[in-house]
């Protein structure tokens, strides 16, 4: 899996110096931005939602600690990232899951990123199991699907799901209510969740529940018209498979 992450550190050499070495050694984190004080740092996690946070710790007008003190929630991981280690004791009451020293040796931060990424492997493989347990009780058509957000994990019957958006490692749903959710997964990973069930993915952002297709327009370069009245492109490579599937 890929873990979504940002950079908090007053020291922009520091910060690029840590990134680089991150796409060079970590291929499993996508370090997604970077933040130079605990003020953008919060700004950045609200937009970005990572997975995962490398934290500096001595920072001008605020430290690591007073961020995430100031948190409501930390729905991430915290790898402290410090020239000081007399901070050790209190990032392990921050729950931190590694602490890392300045001169940052590879060795050890390839270790601590490989245990993050099995850490959450396992809480969405929990999560995974969850859902399967509950889609047992259900017959029919009738099952449910999780939707994590930052804040809570959604159960959503998967007729309820009108289309999936997808926006670079986020996937927009939109639901028949006219509720819409943003969840902090690619829309490659709902087209494989979601293709027994009669989505379709019609476009490189878009995949649609095709019972909820009200109709296909041929003009501007073709769309579908969902229930809802709202539009969707449909790319060229798929419009034949989209009238094959909506005929049949």
Request: glycine fraction near 4%.
């Amino acid at each position: 899996m890929i873990v979504r992450a940002i950079i908090v550190d007053d020291e922009l050499p520091n910060r690029e110096n840590l990134q680089l070495m991150l796409g060079r050694h970590c291929k499993n984190v996508d370090v997604v931005a970077l933040a130079g004080s605990a003020v953008e740092a919060m700004d950045v996690i609200r937009e970005y939602r990572p997975d995962l946070v490398f934290l500096d710790i001595e920072m001008p007008n605020g430290s690591g600690f007073d961020l995430l003190e100031s948190l409501s929630a930390i729905n991430f991981e915290v790898i402290f990232v410090t020239a000081y280690d007399h901070y050790a004791i209190r990032a392990i009451k921050f729950c931190a899951l590694d602490y890392l020293l300045k001169p940052l040796d590879i060795l050890e931060l390839k270790k601590a990123t490989e245990r993050v990424v099995e850490k959450l492997a396992k809480a969405k493989q929990n999560e995974s199991m969850k859902v399967f347990m509950q889609n047992r009780h259900f017959t029919g058509q009738v099952k449910r699907i999780a939707l994590p957000t930052s804040e809570k994990v959604d159960f959503v019957p998967v007729h309820e799901i009108l289309r999936c958006q997808g926006e670079s490692n986020y996937t927009h749903i939109h639901l028949r209510n006219g509720e819409k959710i943003m969840v902090s997964r690619t829309l490659k990973e709902y087209d494989e969740l979601l293709s027994e069930y009669n989505f379709l993915r019609v476009h490189q952002s878009h995949l649609v529940n095709l019972e909820e297709v009200k109709s296909y327009v041929r003009r501007d370069g073709g769309y579908i018209l969902m229930t809802d009245g709202s539009h969707v492109s449909v790319s060229k490579q798929k419009k034949e498979l989209v009238l094959r599937r909506l005929s049949g």
